[in-house]
């Protein structure tokens, strides 16, 4: 290893932590974040039985992106008419899309318990419409 | 920026990457993660009612397929004798599911949130509710 080499690498190192390509990571989880909550905050504004946990979902979303420095606005849009089982589908597809972004543990692993708590939503959705609780269910 | 700074970064740098080179691999190998999953899904599929019983069955068989693809050996994980707590039994393998997220990546971490999606939906039937944070560990 000569001087130049060492002088390559320190001026790597330093460009490195200078570029926001750096904190990248983090940046990501954030933005995922952003959109989750975005997506429980319309839940919430649904008249089900699923509410308080879409609340608890937001919460426990902004309470994440907070460590991470970042805000979430509160403006939800109105969740619409859509029925019950089908909003938690589309739950689920963006919690299923949302973990392969994700690289925090904690974060991924809460996420996680969200995403199993959406596909209950659904189960107990399906069962009071009347219809087969597993349909197109891994 | 002197050329001491960046001689003493890429000394820092040279260091750091030596030292990742000569640690264990602390992380478990995604075969051994998802061996856990699977010994989880055999132990609900042997305690649950015929329904869940076969969708557990069913996603022992894909897990056991991924340990295969990843050089592991299914045989590793342990079939349970019949019977137990099954509402029990699926919220360890949620829990599991959920814990296996940040030890995988790409399609296996897809793997891992279709498993979650399915347990979340069986431990919702066993148990007649659904939770705001299911396969939280305990």
Known sequence: MTRRHLMALGAALVAARATPAAAAPVDDDGDVLLRLIALEDTATTA?????????????AMRTLLDALGRRAPREPAAA?????A??????IEAYAAALLELHDPSILRTAGTILA??????????LEAGLDPFTSDP | MSRRTLLAGGAVALLAGCGEEDEP?????????LLRSLAAERALSAAASRRVAARSRERARR?????????????????????G????????????????????????????????????ADLAVLTGEAEAFPGTPA
């Open chain 1, 80 to 84: 619409g008419d859509e029925p019950e």
């Open chain 2, 63 to 83: 897990l056991a397929s991924a340990v295969s693809e990843q050089g592991g050996r299914p045989h590793d994980a342990p079939a349970r004798a019949d019977g």
């Open chain 1, 47 to 59: 008249d089900t039985g699923a509410a308080a946990h879409e609340r608890a979902h937001a919460q």
């Open chain 2, 85 to 120: 707590d099954d509402a029990a039994a699926a919220r360890t393998a949620l829990v599991a599911h959920v814990e296996s997220l940040p030890r995988l990546s790409g399609d296996l971490r897809a793997l891992a949130a279709e498993m979650i999606v399915g347990a979340a």
């Open chain 1, 86 to 91: 089908a909003r938690e589908s589309r739950l």
């Open chain 1, 117 to 126: 708590s959406h596909s209950q939503h659904r189960v107990r959705a399906r």
């Open chain 2, 25 to 33: 691999a602390a992380a478990p190998r995604p075969a051994e993660v």
